[in-house]
């Protein structure tokens, strides 16, 4: 049986017309999830590399991370509401209480906080409870380590003000992670002066958390992130040496 011209031309409109829009479903079926970063951390290399991980990982599942920069207590909280999707390193839920969130079961990295001071200045077990520490706010996790160490710490709301009160002699010792420790002096000869003090130390693991309308996420996102240290784990530098690679 002959098709009309004209019918066989609306037919074939007709099937670019649905293969078009097979084909714009197929492309937009990816998931995005909107993530809090921490907005103290954004210029520290290490952190970057955290949030090139996380983004790379959950790619290659079709997965979108968007990142939006927000200080660590409201980027919790606009999580646990849902306005956020999730946040990208954070310590175990069970210690700060958020009741919507679920988080990963093992953590995705390993971070090590050090005390720095000034060289030439002597700071060991015997004095360290007589000198003034400063603690950033987004530092969290650390507590029972504080009051182990019988350390005097004082909350200050960045790492810059934090070292910045160090290099002015207005404190003896500033808490922070060894990874961006390491990133600073490299960096900037305003760290040169800098080192860490012996024999404090402290490792807190640091979950992947979404809020629960996204908890079927959660087998995807252990998967990518095992699959990434495995097939891609060269790739993060920073991760071999300080992460727990």
């Known amino acids: 049986m002959m098709i009309p011209g004209f019918l066989q031309s609306t037919l074939n409109i007709l099937a670019a017309v649905i293969l078009g829009l097979s084909l714009s479903v197929k492309a937009d079926s990816r998931t995005v999830l909107k993530i809090s970063a921490s907005d103290t951390h954004l210029d520290s290399t290490p952190y970057k590399e955290i949030m090139r991980f996380i983004k790379n990982a959950l790619a290659r599942d079709n997965i979108?991370?968007?990142?939006?920069?927000l200080p660590i207590e409201r980027g919790s909280f606009l999580a646990d509401k849902g306005d956020m999707d999730g946040e990208l390193a954070r310590i175990k839920l069970s210690s700060d209480g958020y009741s919507n969130l679920v988080e990963t079961s093992f953590p995705f990295i390993l971070v090590r906080y050090i005390l720095v001071h000034r060289q030439n200045e002597v700071i060991d077990k015997k004095n360290i409870s007589s000198l003034q520490g400063v603690l950033p706010l987004n530092v969290k996790g650390i507590e029972d380590f504080i009051a182990q160490n019988k350390l005097r710490t004082i909350g200050v709301n960045t790492l810059d003000a934090a070292l910045d009160m160090l290099l002015h002699k207005r404190c003896d010792y500033v808490i922070m992670s060894d990874a961006v420790f390491s990133d600073f002096k490299k960096t900037n000869k305003r760290f040169i002066s800098l080192e860490q003090v012996k024999d404090f130390s402290v490792t807190v693991p640091l979950y992947f958390r979404?809020?629960?309308?996204?908890?079927?996420?959660?087998?995807?996102?252990e998967a990518a992130i095992k699959r990434e240290r495995s097939l891609h784990g060269s790739d993060y530098p920073m991760f071999e040496g300080y992460y727990g690679f």
Do not use: A
Not at 64 to 69: G, L, N, P
Not at 210 to 221: A, D, G, R
């Open 64 to 69: 979108e991370v968007i990142y939006t920069s």
């Open 210 to 221: 979404l809020n629960k309308k996204h908890k079927n996420l959660i087998p995807i996102v």
